[in-house]
């Protein structure tokens, strides 16, 4: 009898910003606690995952270059852990991933724990496995931090080093401009200038996530843009002080306001309406003070299959 190969199955996974992010003292594992805030936004990658006698993995779009395809990028990962998971070879798995990058490489957008996280969805109905998406956000978190976010999507408070979710209400659409700078920026060595900065002095803190939870409750987006705050934007500056033009420029053409998003160095410019977005990237893209700009809304939904079998 014949084996009958599965589908390739393709999966579209948001990227993020975070609306509030507090990053707690240093502890002595060298972590950070973290308090924040994540929208999940409709600037995407797409992952294909398939059956194949070559197993690896392929990355294309921009900035392709710039992203490993050995044991070290994420989809791998994912594909390692549901491979243990499902008692398979996870030396062997003989799959095939093909990721499109649209989501900028280490920009402080969860690029990576995205195509991780669309890796696990798609696998699993590649493979048939009978696995909810809390099972998945269980094998999520062991791979990254943010992995478990883009699983799910939408918009979440994120606590401990960001896996714990619990689910914000958010009422409305908000709509975004991202300038992507033109190199990225580790997240690792943001926050170690983090360190520095606060053994020198007192870099800026993000006040309380109560008052943006309510913001978002309500809906309004001149209300949460007076409370975008993130505690790794004063480190990612002092690394790529350029930024601080970009976060001016965006003001300057009419944005509500402007955050670094995580740990940089991508700038999110929160808008009142998608008119306004349109108008701000223009202005922006002008201003030469950014490599590409892009419009997007959130929150959007988390790792979804977009073509082959269907998937939990
Ligand atoms: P975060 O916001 O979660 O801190 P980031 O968006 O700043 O992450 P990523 O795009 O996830 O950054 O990339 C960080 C590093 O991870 C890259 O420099 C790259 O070497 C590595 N990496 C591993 N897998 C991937 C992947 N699938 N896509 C992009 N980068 C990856």
């Not at 594992?29 to 600037?43: E, K, P, R």
């Not at 995952?49 to 791998?76: F, I």
């Not at 992995?147 to 009422?171: D, I, K, N």
Request: contains cysteine; aromatic residues 4%.
């Amino acid at each position: 009898m014949l084996a009958v190969v599965p589908h390739p199955v393709t999966v579209r996974v948001p990227s993020k910003v975070n609306l509030h992010l507090a990053v707690g003292d240093v502890r002595p594992d060298g972590y950070h606690d973290l308090t924040t805030v994540f929208q999940a936004l409709s600037l995407t990658d797409e992952v294909t995952v398939a059956v194949a006698d070559e197993p690896g993995v392929e990355v294309l779009g921009e900035n392709a270059d710039a992203v490993p395809t050995g044991p070290s990028n994420l989809a791998w990962r994912a594909v390692q852990e549901l491979a243990r998971f499902s008692g398979r070879d996870p030396e062997e798995p003989r799959v095939r991933v093909v990721i499109r990058k649209g989501i900028p490489v280490a920009g402080g957008m969860a690029g990576g724990s995205a195509d991780a996280a669309a890796t696990l969805v798609g696998l699993s109905a590649l493979w048939r496995l009978e696995v909810t998406r809390d099972d998945l956000a269980r094998i999520a978190a062991r791979i990254g931090s943010d992995v478990p976010f883009t699983l799910y999507g939408g918009t979440a408070l994120g606590t401990g080093r960001g896996e714990q979710l619990v689910p914000v209400l958010s009422r409305h659409t908000y709509h975004w401009v991202l300038a992507f700078d033109r190199r990225g920026l580790s997240t690792p060595k943001v926050f170690t200038e983090l360190d520095r900065l606060r053994d020198e002095g007192d870099p800026p803190r993000a006040g309380a996530v109560e008052p943006v939870l309510e913001a978002l409750a309500t809906g309004d987006p001149r209300q949460l843009a007076l409370l975008l705050g993130n505690d790794l934007q004063a480190a990612a500056v002092s690394l790529r002080p350029g930024l601080r033009r970009t976060l001016r420029a965006g003001v300057n053409a009419g944005a509500l306001a402007g955050t670094v998003s995580g740990s940089g160095p991508t700038c999110a410019f929160l808008c009142e309406d998608q008119e306004a977005a349109l108008q701000v990237a223009a202005e922006l893209a002008g201003a030469g003070v950014c490599r590409t700009v892009r419009v997007a809304h959130g929150p959007v939904p988390g790792a979804r299959v977009i073509g082959g079998e269907d998937a939990p």
